[in-house]
């Protein structure tokens, strides 16, 4: 009974979270977190084997499942907020609550008798004791189960499978397609810009800069800019220069960067080190 | 422990808000997930109940219900995902061809 007060609590404020979370990714995870809890609680309640199936079924394949649908259907996908119908929302929670109440209070006030317990039952352990009622009395529902789970498989690759109607493109034709755009619109021939070329991190979201400190837009993926999660880059050259303590000219601007780094702090006014042949200054220490 | 009443509530709980949670959200996945949520709770009630009364066929029923279920995932998910293909958008409110 411990396991069912520490769990119930995060069970019933997962599943709230699901109602109120913006992203469905959050949502899974929050899914995840109330299946998992429940599966402890099949263990609590004697049913070792369902707890197993639990976690592999439910937590391993069907949230792995939601995870990858929403890989292809795109992780921002968020809820719009709009009602399509006036007072939906409303009326759902009321509609919700009344279930809840009526339900809570009715099972409050019937009462089940004695409590049997499965120790009888699963005198030769659970398992063989499942197996047993399953292919004896419900061997039908198992046999038509196979059924249901091959049109279930058969009827998920009929509909995620998409026929190709144009040829695939060829190398070649791809190659004649580019030098076709560049001959009519002088696109560049060759690959696009990898990110951070230039940049201070030599991250993906960080768009590579240009001789003249300006960004190339076409370094960074086209998804990480719909997301709005890029990096920006530094406003010019004379940023970059000043954010690694020196100026274009070669001397440390230490005030300019409170964080600065040890090579420009040993080299302040009255400082009597020695050349810095630290490799960030290229200009030598003269 | 003397009466599974604790577990028949909580499952009435998860059930309560995941009916909600299909009534409210607009994301077909998320929609998708409260229906799981639904069938996750009324698994608990039927394990509770095995429980109550000594016998194991509220077990074998929650785990027929877990079969039913993944099929289902299986099935729903290939449509939310086919639809999303030739619409662009999971929504429930713009699956909405049959309106006209």
């Known amino acids: ?286 | 422990m003397h009466s599974v009443t604790p577990f028949i509530v909580l499952s009435s709980i998860l059930f309560t808000i995941g009916a909600v949670g299909v009534l409210t959200r607009r994301n077909a996945i998320v929609v998708f997930m409260c229906v799981e949520l639904m069938l996750n709770a009324s698994n608990l009630a039927l394990v509770a109940f095995a429980k109550q009364h000594g016998n194991l066929d509220g077990q074998v029923a929650a785990f027929f219900v877990m079969v039913v279920a993944a099929a289902e995932v299986v099935v729903g998910l290939a449509i939310i995902m086919t639809i999303f293909r030739s619409r662009r958008s999971a929504s429930v409110d713009d699956a909405s061809l049959l309106k006209y």
Do not use: C, W
Request: aromatic share 6%; glycine share 10%; proline share 6%.
């Open chain 1, 1 to 286: 009974m411990t396991a069912f007060y520490i769990l119930s609590p995060i069970m019933v404020l997962a599943a709230l979270g699901i109602l109120f979370v913006r992203k469905a990714v959050h949502g899974a995870l929050l899914l995840a977190v109330v299946m998992i809890s429940l599966a402890m609680l099949y263990a609590a309640l004697d049913a070792p084997f369902l707890f197993v199936v639990q976690i592999i079924v439910y937590t391993g394949a069907i949230l792995m499942l939601f995870l990858f649908v929403l890989m292809l259907v795109g992780v921002d996908a968020s809820d719009s907020v709009v009602e399509t119908i006036r007072g939906q929302r409303l009326f759902a929670i009321l509609g919700g609550l009344a279930l809840g109440v009526t339900l809570v209070v009715g099972v409050g006030q019937i009462s089940l008798g004695t409590m049997v317990g499965l120790d009888v039952a699963n005198k030769d352990g659970n398992i063989e004791a499942l197996a047993n009622i399953l292919f004896s009395t419900y061997v039908f529902a198992f046999e038509v189960t196979s059924a249901l789970l091959i049109t279930a498989a058969v009827g998920a690759m009929v509909l995620a499978h998409r026929e190709r109607l144009t040829p695939k493109p060829t190398q070649a034709a791809m190659a004649a397609e580019r030098v076709r755009a560049y001959a009519e619109t002088g696109l560049h021939l060759g690959p696009l810009p990898p990110p951070g070329v230039f940049a201070r991190h030599n991250a993906v979201d960080t768009p590579a800069l240009l001789p003249d400190g300006t960004a190339a837009e076409a370094s960074v993926s086209r998804v990480l800019a719909a997301r709005g999660t890029v990096r920006s880059a530094p406003r010019d050259v004379d940023a970059v220069q000043r954010s690694i303590d020196y100026d274009p000219d070669g001397t440390p601007v230490s005030e300019a960067s409170p964080e600065g780094r040890t090579g420009a702090v040993n080299r302040g006014p009255g400082s009597s080190s020695g050349p810095d042949l630290s490799p960030e200054t290229p200009e030598g220490g003269a």
